[in-house]
């Protein structure tokens, strides 16, 4: 006798992959980011739109409302609906969405992460505790023995996680999160420094010794020493 689930599991399968409101948000996305549909402009009205991109008023509605969702649109009741201006009040939120539209925003969120990671080994090495620098230890460990490289990568993002745990500074995990959330939906186009799981952890290692030595300007120093190298090598990568 058939599975009961086994018919609806079938038809779940034969559905198509991206839907109409799929296409139809990254067309309004990428009009969005272009700059067809400037930031602070209104949008045509909504039955022009639809009749335009060739959709009904409720797929656009659907479409409407995941933008609204990621902080690209805004609705005034009685007036229409409008380009947000991201980059003047959105959030970092954002970024995964910017970095899929363009790679150019890759080098700043690397700026960053380079300033704020040799930040956060800092506040670590003077508040990691006992627990969290033996936590460390173990992270580095797992970079060192990880099986390929994708592997290596999410390994090492365990790493800057800990340190960040260890500053004791809930805010410095959430910019953390932020920044890789940011770049690894892309990271399969980032894995130079991790190809090789044993030259990964030595790289990484005077993060950790420093940490562990309680040096706060070494770890800052060897911190800043690592991202950039691994920046380097990425970018390269990607070039």
Sequence with gaps: MAHPLSHWEDSVEALPRETIVD???SRLR???LTGRHPAGSYLPPERTLADGYGVTRTTLKHAFGRLMQAGLLETRHGV?????DYLRLGGADLLPMLIRHSPDWIGEVFEVRRHIGALIAGRAAVRATDRQRAELRALLTAVGVAADADAVQL???DVHRALARATGNRVYVLLTNTLFNAYLPVRSALRGPFTDAVAARGRLEPVIDAVEAGDEAGARRAAEHYLTVTERIMLEGLA
């Design 23 to 25: 296409v139809l948000e």
């Design 80 to 84: 229409g609906t409008r380009v947000r």
């Design 155 to 157: 390994a090492d993002v």
């Design 30 to 32: 990428e009009d969005i």
